[in-house]
């Protein structure tokens, strides 16, 4: 062992290298892609060149007599969503592991906008096109023209590096460091005010929607630490993160297009505050420890802390606004968690586990309570005086469940749940619910398995103040027989199965069911009601050695209905219901044409959602009225063909389709100005300046060939 | 099962006698490395039997031509095994860590075996010896530590082909980024102490404490969000302006129905005026516009 020593500290390279096996295999070659229509939604998540690509790379090096590994994985590699990813280490001692990863994510490309963008979060527009359209924002359609194309994409970023250290058997520490950054623009309309008068006219304030390509440019750091001792019987753990965000931008400020000069009423620009910075710290211990009857208990403690202290923005950017002082110039937001839980297992018997467990988590929010007189809406007006709340919340939940084994085909668990909410300036103060239900799982005969359950809750919330958790304001502007659906008393049904059999040998069949019923019946507004129903169907068959084929079928719905108004004494007062469906279909196959030569491989899959939302009212002088259904359609196709030209090379041809296809009216109608229907008929006030961004970015077709070899080495 | 059965331990040798293949594909593997060459603890130095249980039992039995059905533990579907047997067996040593919450978990209680999802016996390219490999086509990315969950979750496949998404079938996430399939303290296998701090993880921007909280926001994330997959922006359950209605009806423009055409309706809707949905940090914020 000494020489051994010896030549590993006098060249540690060297001596990793002899005897190192090294494995790997590279796949790179052409893609030709076509893409029409627009690309948006094609390059969401995923950069597609139609251009050479090198797809893969993987080297495994491997030093037998050391114990010592090193393997290395490119994907995509000089593309936006490259990864790269390095795994070292010594068998049973060490691993260190190294990842670098970008994730586009392409919002939209059909974006124009009359801002240009400066430092620090501003949005500017041209010099006198603010007077301009302030006095006469008619011309705002002849003016559109000159909007510029800005893209709306946002990439993350992120390195990566974990160490797992076993210094001697039965001890574990773990380090690990990330880093992210969130890099692009993404959309954000505002609210405006501006006080527009034409000849003849009184001053008339109105609204406008200015909506802006906002910055992003976001630096996460988290950094964790763990040590473990564990032997067969028990086991300590602790655990520290740490999570540090940075946004490099404080604030988005831009040009109101339709107010030239600070007036009460409206201000000549607005300013809003991104996301600001915050640090989040949580240490946990975990520890378990076998106990007698083969049971074990199992416990964690965990307490946290969320931390936020930027300093505020002005009340308002409109000069013309009075406003005192702030009560203070930062929040000091303050956030502490505290977790614990316990759970205990036991096999007192072969046929019989018991399971108990609690589970108590708590959200204390210690931020200051802050009383703002001076409240700005929109940065036109004082609004009255505001209290900001520091919400909170504590949640206890406690339960068990017995599984029964009195065949070894069969197995029988019920399981109960209570758990009790306690919440701080909300509408509900204490809630209770209790969960209750059976499931089985059978095999009555060899190929086929049997699972169903059911579970019935029923929540049920001390008492409903409509009235609480308002910062201000009167109690008339609040619903008093509104219930918000996460607080309110709900009967909560569900039942699952499913049927997995194989017919024959190698052909598998697989059913399941799912169905969710939430009433929420003493709810005389807000959500009355929300169904969920969902099953599919699977068959996968291997009809020969050198066949598979498989295909799936599913088929989800969902169904609300809902009730909105402003009470007794309102005006509004209807109904709404929405019911989405989505079937997705896939079907495929895998075969070897030629042994050892020609395997082909193809898949496809069509997925098609539509959304309905329907409204009634029979309150006079409500027009309640259905939207358009929103569909969306995705196809995607795809046929390989692998041909292993030798040992170590095969040559890949392949070819694929997709299809996105949707209609939404809710993004069709948008582009850059929009007069809106809320104003008179004919009217362009109010005007609204938006970006035009559709969201899904539209309808494409995209073909993309394949011609790639793989080197195996 | 092979103690129950007064078996003994016979040592690794005794094993390779007609198994030499396995244990050769076995040694390939991290765990092979450990338990058949450089063993730290008595445990691991059993190699084979580590696992399997003691082999005396068996090996007589081969000697003897019977049948060594429940002789030792063998893994296979076929075997008739019961799944927290061939689980106690691989808990010897794993039940700590990301695997401490393993017992009375969702996936235990129904019966799940460790080699539902692991490979051991073979080496298997992916991290944490997954049975599925990764595997791409020009347009998707099939992660393994996806594919094996949704294999028994063909909901949560049929979720993933939604227009609004999380990058899963891109292959940039995986279903191990939310959960932990081993169990956990937090509902659903979630991998943070709440759903919350789950998500914090990749969106920490939302987490705020902010000077004006948005209630439900700071409860649970899934009030508003299919974290798998929606046919409406955003991840959205409920398109807006409906999603917001459920809870807001202060005044007349939060309650009335509106025309599609108008400017509360379409593009972002009530987000149009309000962006700031998850909190904001303006003096001026209170209604989540500053």
Sequence with gaps: RAPVQAQEAADPLGAFLEGTAVHGAIDAGAQPTSVDGRRGKFAEYRDIPDNAVLNEVRIRGENEARDYFVEFRAEDAIQDDQRYFLRMGKYGRYVLEVEWDQVPHLLSTTARTLFSERGGGER?????????????????????????????????????SRLRYTPVPGWEVGLAYAVERDRGRRPLATANFASLT???????????????????DFVTHTVEFSVERHTRDWFLRVDQVSSIFENQEESLSWDNPFQAADALGGGSRGRLQLEPDNRAHTVSIAGGAALPLRSRLTGTFAYGWMLQDNSFQPATANAAVPVAPLPRNSPDGDIQTLLASVLLTSRPLDRVTVTGRYRFYDLDNNTPSLILGDYVVADAVRGVLRRS????????????????????????????????????????????????GPSVDLTPVRGLLLRAGYTHSSRDPKDYDAFAGRQSGSPALYNPLLRKFDEAKRVRDQVSATASVTAIPLVDVTGSFGFATDDFARSAFGLLKDDSLSYSLGVTAAPMERLALYADVTREDHRFAQRVGLGPAGKADFRGRGHD???????????????????????????????????????????????????????????????????????????????????????????????????????VRPPSLYLGARTPDGDYDAHIGTVAFRYQF | ??????????????????????????????????????????????????????????????????????????????????????????????????????????????????????????????????????????????????????????????????????PIREGKLTCANCHNPHGTVTEALLKGFSVNETCYQCHAEKRGPFLWEHPPVRESCLNCHDAHGSINEWLLKVKQPRLCQLCHMESTHAASPFDARSRFVFNRSCANCHPLVHGSNHPSGVRLQR
């Design chain 1, 124 to 160: 500017v527009l041209a010099e006198g096109l603010q007077e301009l359209l302030a006095s006469n924002p008619a011309q705002l359609p002849a003016l559109i023209g000159a909007a510029r194309g800005v893209g709306l994409s946002i990439r993350q970023d992120t390195g990566r």
């Design chain 1, 198 to 216: 034409e000849p003849g006219d009184a001053p008339n304030p109105f609204l406008s929607i200015v909506e802006l390509p906002s910055p992003v």
């Design chain 1, 389 to 436: 709340l520091p919400y909170a919340y504590s949640r206890h939940t406690a339960g068990g469940d017995v599984v029964l084994r009195p065949l070894s085909a069969a197995s029988l668990k019920v399981g109960y749940q209570w758990e009790r909410w306690h919440r701080e300036h909300r509408e509900v103060r204490n809630s209770e619910e209790h969960r209750v």
């Design chain 1, 581 to 683: 469906t989505i079937d997705t279909y896939s079907a495929g196959a895998r075969g070897t044409v030629i042994p050892g030569k020609l395997d082909v491989d193809l898949d496809y899959s069509f997925s098609f959602g539509i959304g309905r939302l329907r409204a009634g009212s029979t309150t006079a002088g409500v027009e309640a009225t259905d939207y358009p259904n929103v569909d969306t359609k995705l196809h995607q196709l795809s046929a390989v063909g692998t041909w292993k030209l030798t040992q170590r090379v095969a040559l890949r041809l392949g070819y694929a389709f997709e299809h996105f296809e949707t209609n939404d009216f809710a993004s069709e109608i948008v582009e850059p100005f929009v007069a809106s229907s809320d104003g008179p008929k004919d009217s």
């Design chain 2, 1 to 166: 099962r092979a103690e129950s059965n007064g078996a003994t331990y016979v040592g690794t040798d005794e094993c390779l006698t007609c198994h030499q293949q396995q244990a050769e594909e076995f040694a390939a593997t991290a765990m092979g490395k450990v338990l058949m060459k450089s063993p730290r603890t008595d445990a691991e130095r059993r190699g084979c039997e580590a696992c399997h249980g003691p082999g005396s039992r068996h090996v007589e039995a081969v000697q003897a031509g019977e049948d060594v059905a429940g002789t030792l533990l063998a893994f296979r579907p076929d075997a008739g095994e019961p799944a927290f047997e061939q689980n106690a067996a691989c808990l010897q040593c794993h039940e700590q860590g990301g695997q401490a919450y393993w017992r009375g978990s969702a996936h235990e209680t129904r019966g799940l075996a460790c080699v539902s999802c692991h490979s051991v016996m073979a080496r298997s390219p992916e991290r944490g010896q997954l049975a599925k490999s990764d595997s791409r086509t020009a347009l998707t990315a099939r992660r393994a530590a996806s594919e094996i969950c949704l294999g028994c979750h063909p909901n949560e496949r049929a979720q993933l082909q939604r227009p609004s998404h999380h």
